[in-house]
């Protein structure tokens, strides 16, 4: 072993070597298509399952932290993994080589979509990597649910979460009233609560009436479309916006397209696009646009402008993690923020799931890959590769 590779962290437990976080992620950046849910589940497969970097009650934490700040949740969960094994070397390292892959892939779009007026086509490769994605993002729900639902309290508040998020209740209100339920259940259990009384707080119609939707709104900023401003809304997006690239969509095209008509429906439609088809984190859509409104220079800034948040909340928030898992109280809340965070997945693969498996090809794809992985744990990236080859021969014959 290597004087890096047994370099110790706080906690004294034996951390890893730059480069190998760096391999990982790019590899991750390059091949994670599906969106959040399904980047995150490769993560657990290769950072829990094979390396056994971080245990499932780790894993679960750091995703509960990431659902409470805004920004890209995926990119945040590699930031987080990054500080977990080489402190804040890894935290940058870690981050930036998950994004890199995907800002590459997407500016190569935005020239050619600038150059020839049309976007590449992938549908023959996404036929069958979308079918893949499901059995990855059902087998990682497998295991963190394990490690998540505790106890039956923690089963109620990730059912009352579920279905909140089915109501389209915002997320992030889901996650802090899940994390709260579960201090003052805790809490009123060690003043002797039991029975009906415990049962009715964490009911489903009981997080349904206090909850109330809050979305971000948008502030304006100048109608000159230079650098510095386009680094400024990008800067803001990534300060303030929670939730799916469907919020994220709405959020750009109501100042974009809306307010200072920057860019049309179909240049946003475009856009928004070839995130969602391109691998990595959907938040690459702002290299996109960066570069259809002020070239290569326009790229750059709206990808650092978009993604710089999310480092600077996660080097906050990353060193808490720990401490705040000691806290009994603390621990209440990260265990409730956990269940809910696992409820969301649970929604967000539903809907990718309508929109992957379409046909008798795509199910079969779907089954064969969930019991590859579930039996005989063969690594998801290669079953992503195989599923964007058997697409194409699908579509081809």
């Known amino acids: 072993m290597s004087k890096q590779d047994s370099i110790k962290t706080h906690d004294s437990r034996t951390v890893t070597a730059l480069s190998e976080l ?16 399904v980047h995150i589940a490769m993560m657990e497969d290769e950072v829990v399952r094979r390396r056994k970097w971080l245990s499932h009650e780790e894993f679960l934490d750091l995703l509960g932290a990431t659902n ?26 870690a981050g930036a080589c998950f994004i890199l892959p995907a800002t590459a892939i997407v500016f190569v779009f935005a020239w050619a979509y600038v150059r020839y007026g049309s976007l590449p086509q992938t549908a023959h490769a996404l036929y069958g990597v979308k079918p893949v994605i499901i059995a990855i993002v059902l087998q990682a729900l497998w295991h963190l649910g394990r490690a998540a639902v505790k106890t039956k309290v923690l089963a109620m508040v990730g059912l009352a979460a579920l279905v909140l998020n089915l109501l389209r209740v915002n997320e992030l209100l889901v996650l802090l009233l899940a994390g709260i339920g579960v201090v003052i259940i805790r809490w009123l259990i060690q003043q002797g609560w039991r029975g009906n009384s415990l049962r009715a707080l964490v009911s489903p119609a009981a997080f349904v009436t206090l909850a109330q939707t809050a979305i971000p709104t948008a502030t304006t900023i100048a109608p000159t479309v230079g650098l510095w401003p386009l680094f400024l809304f990008f800067l803001k997006v990534g300060s303030v916006l929670f939730g799916s690239g469907y919020v994220l969509l709405a959020f750009l095209r109501a100042d974009l397209v809306e307010r200072w008509q920057w860019l049309t429906n179909e240049q946003l439609l475009d ?5 969602q088809i391109t691998p990595g984190p959907v938040f690459t859509t702002a290299t996109f646009i960066g570069y259809l409104l002020a070239g290569s220079k326009g790229a750059v800034v709206a990808t650092i402008g978009i993604f710089l948040p999310a480092f600077i909340f996660v080097a906050i928030s990353g060193p808490l993690v720990t401490r705040i898992r000691r806290s009994p109280l603390a621990g209440a809340f ?9 409820a969301l ?21 779907a089954v064969v890959s969930a019991l590859l992985l579930l039996r005989w744990q063969v690594n998801s990236a290669w079953l992503v590769l195989g599923g964007a080859l058997i697409g194409f021969m699908i579509w081809k014959g």
Not at 271 to 275: E, I
């Open 22 to 37: 760096a391999l990982l992620f790019l590899k991750l950046g390059a091949i994670s298509f599906g969106g959040p849910a």
């Open 68 to 93: 409470l700040i805004p920004g890209p949740n995926s990119t945040e969960m590699a930031i987080h993994v990054g500080y977990q094994r080489r402190g804040w070397a890894g935290l940058l390292v």
């Open 271 to 275: 856009a928004v696009a070839v995130g």
């Open 334 to 342: 990260l265990d409730g923020v956990s269940v809910a965070s696992l």
């Open 345 to 365: 997945m649970i929604v967000v693969t539903y809907e990718l799931g309508k929109a992957a498996l379409v046909d008798f090809p795509t199910i079969c794809l």
